[in-house]
């Protein structure tokens, strides 16, 4: 059974998903305004939604070094309220330089507490000896679907866009310092059999995580994410362009795939302690491919908001499990192969943005939703690499020390 400092652990991370998911969405929803803001064009609009993505690796990166040698929650400490603020200077950048080093600023941290904060996740679920992270996760698609209300609601009081942003990220800011305190510290981050030393940690740490079996989990992650992009950049597109749906239908899309995530997360730890990641990963990635199918099939409207959905249910569950066999991967606790996953969360971003919308260029959407519905049906295969290994399983439970 857990003990309490292991309980304010969970509560602890809980906070740092939930001010995580609030700050992306915070921003995210706002693009359209920023973009009227600063007078860009599409083109350079699409650049500077790419700058994020890319300099957020770079942070997850940079979180796996500090991370192994500091511990997580030393790099979430600052980390997270820099992110806010980053957030908050967007909404107050009165010229394109000033918009585009706050979103360089944002991507550096969003990275960075990806990492963090999964890390943690993983170490809560060490010591618990059982699944939760899904858990976790399904709090940020909760606290991303909180800051989207937010927004359209902030959008009616006439509201300055850095009031907005100021609002809801500086109470989120004091949430995360607050919760940091709590949060597991380097010892308690790291099993007893990792015989580490300060001074010799960060070589040890890296060369203990061999690369192979980390490689199925970050294209499983990336392939995920060709998908979430997919879907978040190109879904009302594609509601619009393909199916002829009214303007008020169209951004439902979005809305069940984002619904459909949220909804199967708060169940999901359950079905893998029942079922095993290996085949909750194979499952989704079952649905996530009959979903797609449905996308690039629809005639009608209904038919392609039932396939979002479907994708919603299938992908939900893919990100934590990723997290998790990484966890089960690294001998020492030391964050180092979650990081190497989190990096291949930017990489399928990117690469979900040009492949789509590069196909739906030159051919049409249904082509282009092609891409991620193959990548999708190569999960399943890749889903085998999540099979807990019986050594990892031995460790699962780690108690204090």
């Known amino acids: 059974m857990p003990i309490p400092r292991d309980r304010r652990a969970r509560l602890a991370t809980y906070a740092v998903f ?27 609009l699409a650049i500077l939604l790419l700058v994020a993505p890319v300099v957020a690796g770079v942070g997850s990166v940079l979180a796996g070094v500090l991370a192994a040698r500091f511990g997580s929650r030393r790099v979430l400490r600052p980390a997270q309220p820099f992110t806010c ?19 360089v600023l944002f991507g550096l941290g969003l990275g960075t507490v990806d990492a963090g904060m999964n890390m943690q996740g993983v ?23 909180i800051g989207a209300l937010w927004a359209s609601a902030a959008a009616d009081t006439g509201l300055s866009l850095a009031a ?15 919760a940091a305190a709590w ?37 499983a992650m990336a392939f995920l994410y ?44 359950f079905a893998v302690r029942r079922y095993g990641p290996a085949a909750i990963v194979r499952i989704g990635a079952v649905v996530a491919t009959l979903g797609f199918a449905a996308i690039v099939t629809a005639s009608a409207e209904v038919w392609a908001i039932a396939g979002f959905a479907l994708t919603g249910i299938g992908l939900s569950v893919i990100a934590p499990q990723s997290f998790s066999a990484a966890g089960r991967l690294d001998p020492t606790g030391s964050g180092v192969a979650i990081a190497r996953v989190n990096m291949f ?25 092609a891409t991620p519905l193959v990548l999708a049906a190569v999960i399943i295969v890749l889903a085998r690499g999540f099979r807990p290994a019986d050594r990892a399983a031995s460790r699962t439970r780690v108690r204090p020390t």
């Open 123 to 145: 170490a809560v679920e060490r010591r618990y000896g059982r699944p939760v992270l899904t858990g976790f996760h399904a709090l940020w698609s909760l606290a991303a679907v």
């Open 226 to 269: 060709v998908g979430d992009s997919s879907i978040s950049n190109f879904g009302s597109v594609f509601m619009e362009k393909v199916t002829h749906a009214p303007a008020g239908v169209v951004p439902l899309a979005l809305g069940a795939y984002q619904a459909t995530t949220f909804l199967v997360r708060i169940g999901g730890d």
């Open 85 to 103: 603020a980053a957030v908050v200077l967007a909404g107050l950048a009165t010229d394109v330089p000033t918009l585009v080093a706050a979103v």
């Open 183 to 219: 949060l597991y510290g380097p010892a308690e981050e790291r099993t007893r059999s990792s015989g580490v030393t300060p001074e010799t940690r960060v070589a040890n740490d890296a060369s203990r995580v061999p690369w192979r079996p980390v490689i199925p989990l970050c294209l």
């Open 18 to 44: 939930a001010v995580q998911g609030l700050t992306f969405a915070t921003l995210l929803t706002q693009v359209a305004t920023l973009q009227k803001k600063h007078g860009l064009t599409d083109g350079e």
């Open 345 to 369: 969360n930017y990489v399928g971003f990117i690469a979900g943005a040009a492949l789509v919308g590069g196909i739906a260029d030159a051919t049409d959407y249904r082509i282009a939703f």
């Open 164 to 178: 907005t942003f100021a609002i809801a990220l500086v109470p989120a800011a004091v949430a995360s310092i607050a």
